[in-house]
Nanobody, 127 residues
Framework: QVQLVESGGGLVQTGGSLTLSCAPS????????MGWFRQAPGKEREFVAG????????VYADSVKGRFAISRDTAKNTVYLRMDSLKPEDTAIYYC????????????????????WGQGTQVTVSS
């Protein structure tokens, strides 16, 4: 069973930055797409950003556009989420997601489109 291993969460002040990273535990895992979702207390899990593995196309939630950047290193099979200008409302558990299924002609933005999930990493932004 492939697991996604996340790192990089933590506590940061408003306006600060963090970078999350995520990689499959098995280097032979064939990645087609990866993305980041988040879940704040009392709220549903929401899409944050996604990237297609072959072409590198990206999509962002409106709430993070211009502040977050998703990138991938295909040689390392790793996805990153650079988060700048963090706000208290960005506080949540951030989940990495990956899929090895068919290639879509768009970036996956729905949680149901991903088959593999990380354990989550806490991001807390203090005011």
């Amino acid at each position: 069973q492939v697991q996604l291993v996340e790192s990089g969460g933590g506590l940061v002040q408003t306006g600060g930055s963090l970078t999350l990273s995520c990689a499959p535990s098995a280097r032979t895992f064939k990645v087609v797409a990866m993305g980041w979702f988040r879940q704040a207390p009392g709220k549903e899990r929401e899409f944050v950003a996604g990237v297609s593995w072959s072409g590198g196309s990206t999509v962002y939630a409106d709430s993070v556009k211009g502040r977050f950047a998703i990138s991938r290193d295909t040689a390392k099979n790793t996805v990153y989420l650079r988060m700048d200008s963090l706000k208290p409302e960005d506080t949540a558990i951030y989940y990495c997601a990956a899929d090895s299924g068919p290639v879509f002609f768009r970036v996956r933005t729905y949680s149901s489109e991903y088959d593999y999930w990380g354990q989550g990493t806490q991001v807390t932004v203090s005011s």
